[in-house]
Nanobody, 117 residues
Framework: VQLQASGGGLVRRGGSLGLSCEAS????????MAWYRRRPGKQREMVAT???????NYGSAVKGRFAISRDNAKNTVYLQMNNREPNDTGVYYC????????????WGQGTLVTVSS
């Protein structure tokens, strides 16, 4: 099972950037999918989560600026980041609860997002 994130890069302050993360491999189902990030000098924090039914939850630092969505047919979760701030710079990780023989928490490899001021 693998979570492959893509879409990171450099964006100017106030700009927009989208991330995607696809789950691949042998699994039976996907439940919750999420994005986390680790900003320089800080612990990893939750950015946004989304259930299989599409119920979303956001961290307070990104609420109103970021939007999480998913395509269950493509086993993919997305993160649209708008009105980026330099404080959003960090490594973004996708995360998913995947069922093989049992449910397990899986992490993607991380993608670097840099916001210039």
């Amino acid at each position: 099972v693998q979570l492959q994130a893509s879409g990171g890069g450099l964006v100017r302050r106030g700009g927009s950037l989208g991330l995607s993360c696809e789950a691949s491999g042998s699994f039976i189902a996907i439940n919750r999918m999420a994005w986390y990030r680790r900003r320089p000098g800080k612990q990893r924090e939750m950015v946004a989560t989304i259930t299989h039914e599409g119920v979303t939850n956001y961290g307070s630092a990104v609420k109103g600026r970021f939007a999480i969505s998913r395509d269950n047919a493509k086993n993919t979760v997305y993160l649209q980041m708008n009105n980026r701030e330099p404080n959003d710079t960090g490594v973004y990780y996708c995360n998913a609860d995947l069922r093989t023989a049992s449910w397990h928490h899986h992490w993607g490899q991380g993608t670097l997002v840099t916001v210039s001021s």
